[in-house]
């Protein structure tokens, strides 16, 4: 296996100057060092963002000079919020599918194909096009740090270019050639696994920092999600997993045997599942637009983190089973459907995605940290959820400047 915890890729240096934002009415910062509970809240707070970094956390009485100054107008101020799950290279649309489940039919692993003919008939200016605006509306809504995806080629060819466009745009890129079994291989998924374990890994692990697989009915089993992990941890890569998400199954257990960083859904967990998520170093990454697009029980949020795993929420920005890319609405779920508190939900969003990335660097303000920030047109991070739908992102700073 990989080391459990990897180097973070980080921005490059900025020559941004240094910035003082000052008069924050609430600012959570995930270092309870820094101020009052978990998220380390500070009342009437300032932040300086030197370069790309954070240099300085307190009170805005206290607050050295900077070469800049913000006035954040007694705004509240969070981390910027960090997705570790998305698929973005794709092609097409499936409305008429999300039509169907709406009115009755149930989601299913095999609609993924639809988007997979699409992406293997599409241009690679295309999906550069494609990922390029969904990370730039992810990034206008708060999210500074995003993970995503290959999946929907399912050839060599294909998935090794889209791993190229998804590089292009983040350093969070994820191998998913065993997103599904693909028609061409349908009668021999032992063929297939062959692929994407030889020849199809040898072109994809120079792009990518994480291997995943789809552990589901309809997609790969245990054995199968075994041998395309342990594969690509032989390559260098880390394990990731979308794991329990439509039935019961081995994922989770996988996961957390293999030291995975991530179990991605985990919809369905039995006591054991939970015990093990709870002991283990896997991250619980939870995927509430997912349950809302297709009508599904959402997983139960409460249950693992009372159980003392760590949880992460992510949007699995897709376009098939969530397309959506706001980690805002992911919260509001969270708190109304999966029982989690506005404090847990915004630390999930932010440190708990960190965390399933094994980043230190990101996911808090706190000096060292990489200078993301995000101002909210509300005086206090729990109108995230308080006021679900409502654009309350004011102004976000990815490693130290303005978007």
Request: net charge negative.
């Amino acid at each position: 296996m990989p080391a459990a915890s990897v180097p973070a890729p980080t921005a490059p240096h900025s020559a941004a100057p240094a910035t003082l934002v000052t008069n924050i009415g609430s600012l959570a910062t995930n270092d309870p060092a820094l101020g009052e509970g978990p998220l380390g809240l500070l009342a009437d707070a300032a932040v300086v963002l030197d370069g790309d970094r954070v240099a300085w956390v307190g009170r805005a009485a206290d607050a050295p000079a900077a070469d800049a100054v913000h006035d954040a107008g007694g705004r509240a101020a969070v981390p910027g919020f960090v997705d570790s799950h998305s698929h973005l290279v794709f092609a097409g649309d499936r409305t008429e599918e999300f039509r169907a489940r709406m009115s009755g039919r149930p989601y299913a692993a095999g609609g993924i194909r639809t988007t997979v003919a699409a992406t293997r008939a599409a241009g690679d200016e295309q999906l550069h096009a494609t990922v390029a605006r969904h990370t730039a509306e992810a990034l206008r809504q708060g999210t500074t740090v995003l993970e995503t995806k290959s999946g929907y080629g399912l050839t060599v060819e294909d998935e090794a270019r889209s791993l190229r466009v998804a590089a292009a745009h983040t350093d969070e890129v994820t191998y998913l050639g065993a997103h599904v079994v693909p028609p061409e291989y349908e009668d021999d998924p032992a063929g297939y696994v062959d692929l994407v374990t030889g020849p199809m890994l040898d072109a994809c692990a120079p792009h990518a920092r994480w291997v995943d697989v789809f552990c589901e009915r309809g997609a790969f089993d245990g054995d199968q999600a075994r041998a395309v992990l342990t594969a690509g941890a032989a390559r260098g890569l880390v394990p990731r997993v979308h794991a329990n998400q439509l039935h019961h199954g081995p994922g989770v257990q996988l996961a957390v045997e293999l030291e995975a960083a991530s179990a991605d859904h985990c919809t369905h967990l039995t006591d054991a599942d939970v015990d093990a998520l709870a002991n283990g170093r896997t991250v619980a990454t939870l995927l509430p637009g997912a349950e809302f697009s297709t009508r599904s029980p959402y997983p139960d949020a409460r249950r693992l983190l009372d159980a003392g795993a760590t949880v992460a929420l992510s949007t699995d920005c897709n376009p098939g089973s969530s397309y959506t890319s706001s980690m805002a609405f992911c919260i509001a779920l969270a708190v109304r459907e999966m029982r989690m508190t506005p404090d847990e939900a915004l630390w999930s969003a932010t440190a708990g995605g960190a965390v399933a990335l094994r980043r230190t660097d990101v996911g808090r303000i706190t000096p060292g940290a990489r200078a993301d920030l995000v101002l909210l047109d509300a005086p206090s991070h729990v109108h995230l959820a308080y006021r679900p739908g409502v654009p309350l992102v004011h102004g976000v700073w990815r490693a130290g400047r303005p978007v």
